[in-house]
C-alpha cells in the first residue's frame, strides 16, 4: 500500500475555533445583513475570506521575532531583511513597506504620471487602483484562454505578447513606465506565470525600453507551478527557479502577508539606483525611514525567515496539494470550479452552481451566505457586488464571471477542515435547483461597496 501524503509539518501552538449550529448561523448572518464582512471571526468556523496576512508562522518565525532590533535607523533586522531580498530576487536595493499597496503606493508615486499606460496580467486591484488614481490607465494583457475556467492551460496567468506589443507600439514613447507581470495571476484565479513568458516580456519590453515590474505576493507558489509544468526546470531547486525569474524583472512590489508568511508587511526591491533614491523620498513621507518603512524590527526578521521557508519544496507541495485536494473532491461531485486548479484558492462557477437564481439577485452572494449558514464557512464573493456599478450610468456592472473564491490560509487548516467545506459545498450543490431566489440592495457606499452592502433576503 502507498503512504498516503500527509502534511510536512507539526502543529506547536492551537486556537480553539467554535462549532457554531445552523440556527446560531442564520441569525447572526441576518444580524450581520447578510454580508460576510460584518460577521464576528468567532462566529466563523472556517475562515476563507483570504489567504492574505491569516497563515501561521513557524517556530523559526516566532524565534526570529524575539530577536528584532527596533532601532529607528540601521536596525540588525533591516539588515537582514535587505540581505534576504538580496539572496533571493538578487536585487540590491531594497525598501520595506507596511504592506503590498502601500509598497505600489511608494514606487508608483515616483514612476507613474497622468495619461501614462501600465500594461499587465489581470493587475490585482490596489494595483489598478493606485494606477488610476494617478489618472493612468491599467490595460489587461492576459492571455485570452485566462477567462475560460473549463480551458485547460498551464500557464493561464501568461502575458499575451501581441497583445501586450500593440499596446507598445500605439502608445506614445515615455508613456508607459513599466510593465506589471503579477505572479501568480490572482485576480485570474491564481495562475502562474512561465518563465518562458517572463523571458519573451522582458526581451519585448527592453527592445522598447521599458523595465518589468513583477508584482511578487505569491512568486514561491508559482516557482513551484513551474517546477511541475515547465520541462526546463523540473530538477531546478525552487530556489533556482525563483532566481531564474527575477533575472527578468528589473523592479519588484511584494505583499509579504502572502508568500512572506506573515501577518503584515511589505516591500520594494529595485535593481535602480536613480528609482531607489526617488522612492525613498516617498517611503520616508508615507512609510517611515527607509530602514523600516512601517514595519517592526521584529516584524521584519521574521519576514526574512518566512521568504526563505517558503521557498521549501516540502512546504509548497503541502500548501498547493491541500488547494487541489479540495478542488479535486469538488470536481468529482461535479461541481463547476475554475480549472486547472490555483495555488491559493478555489474559485466556484456560481452562475454554473446555482442555475435559477436571477443575476439581478447576486448569484455569486447568495451561495457564499448558504455556504455560511451551511458550514460556518466564510467565503468571498468574486462577483456583481464586487464589480460595483458604472460611474457614469450607476446601472450594475455584471462581470465577465460570477465567483465563490475559496481561500486557503497558509499552515493553518487541515484536510479534515477541507472535507467539510467539501461537504457543505456538495450539501448545497445536491439542493440546487430548489434555489430561486437570490437578495436585494438595502444600503451601499458609492465605491467598493461590497465592504459595508446590507442585504436583504427577497
Ligand atoms: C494582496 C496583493 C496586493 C496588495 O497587497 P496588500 O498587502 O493587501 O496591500 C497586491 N498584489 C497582489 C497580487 C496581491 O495578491
Not at 473564491?405 to 479534515?416: C, G, S
Amino acid at each position: 500500500m502507498n503512504l498516503p501524503f500527509a502534511e510536512a509539518y507539526k502543529i506547536k501552538s492551537v486556537e480553539a475555533i467554535y462549532r457554531s449550529n445552523r440556527e446560531e448561523r442564520e441569525a447572526w448572518i441576518k444580524e450581520a445583513n447578510f454580508n460576510l464582512f460584518n460577521l464576528k471571526s468567532k462566529y466563523v468556523f472556517i475562515d476563507l475570506l483570504t489567504d492574505s496576512g491569516t497563515g501561521s508562522m513557524s517556530q523559526n518565525q516566532w524565534a526570529a521575532l524575539m530577536q528584532g532590533d527596533e532601532s529607528y535607523a540601521g536596525a540588525s533586522s533591516y539588515y537582514n531583511l535587505k540581505e534576504a531580498v538580496k539572496d533571493i530576487f538578487g536585487f540590491d536595493y531594497f525598501l520595506p513597506t507596511h504592506q503590498g499597496r502601500a509598497a505600489e503606493n511608494v514606487l508608483f508615486s515616483a514612476l507613474v504620471k497622468e495619461n501614462d499606460v501600465v500594461p499587465g496580467n489581470s493587475h490585482f486591484d490596489t494595483t489598478k487602483g493606485h494606477i488610476e488614481f494617478r489618472k493612468a490607465i491599467a490595460t489587461d494583457c492576459t492571455i485570452n484562454e485566462a477567462f475560460d475556467t473549463e480551458a485547460e492551460h498551464p500557464f493561464k496567468g501568461n502575458l499575451d505578447l501581441n497583445k501586450l506589443e500593440e499596446v507598445y507600439k500605439t502608445t506614445e514613447k515615455g508613456k508607459i513606465p513599466f510593465t506589471v507581470v503579477t505572479i501568480t495571476n490572482n485576480s485570474s484565479g491564481g495562475q502562474p506565470v512561465s518563465v518562458q513568458n517572463m523571458r519573451d516580456v522582458y526581451e519585448l519590453s527592453h527592445n522598447y525600453d521599458i523595465p518589468v515590474l513583477y508584482d511578487s505576493a505569491r512568486f514561491a507558489e508559482n516557482a513551484y507551478f513551474i517546477k511541475l509544468r515547465e520541462k526546463e526546470f523540473e530538477n531546478h531547486s525552487i530556489k533556482e527557479i525563483v532566481a531564474e525569474m527575477y533575472k527578468y524583472a528589473d523592479m519588484m512590489t511584494m505583499s509579504s502577508k502572502k508568500d512572506g508568511i506573515v501577518n503584515m508587511g511589505g516591500l520594494i526591491g529595485l535593481k535602480n539606483e536613480e528609482v531607489f533614491k526617488q522612492a525613498s523620498v516617498f517611503n520616508i513621507m508615507f512609510e517611515g525611514f527607509i530602514t523600516y518603512g512601517g514595519m517592526s524590527g521584529r516584524d521584519m526578521n521574521a519576514l526574512a525567515v518566512g521568504l526563505q521557508e517558503v521557498m521549501e519544496f516540502d512546504y509548497l507541495e503541502t500548501r498547493v496539494k491541500q488547494v487541489e485536494y479540495l478542488g479535486n473532491k469538488l470536481i468529482e461531485a461535479g461541481i463547476p470550479i475554475q480549472k486547472p486548479i490555483g495555488g491559493h484558492a478555489i474559485f466556484v462557477n456560481a452562475v454554473k452552481f446555482l442555475p435559477n437564481v436571477p443575476k439581478e439577485q447576486y448569484i455569486a452572494q447568495t451561495l457564499a451566505i448558504e455556504l455560511y449558514k451551511e458550514a460556518g464557512i466564510r467565503g468571498v464573493e468574486i462577483g456583481t457586488l464586487l464589480a460595483d456599478r458604472d460611474p457614469e450610468t450607476r446601472e450594475n456592472r455584471y462581470p465577465k464571471l460570477e465567483l465563490l473564491r475559496l481561500a486557503i490560509p497558509r499552515r493553518v487548516y487541515t484536510n479534515n477542515h477541507m472535507d467539510v467545506i467539501a461537504a457543505g459545498l456538495i450539501n448545497i450543490f445536491e439542493r440546487r435547483e430548489s434555489y430561486t431566489k437570490g437578495y436585494e440592495i438595502v444600503e451601499e457606499a458609492h465605491i467598493l461597496r461590497h465592504f459595508t452592502v446590507k442585504l436583504k433576503e427577497i
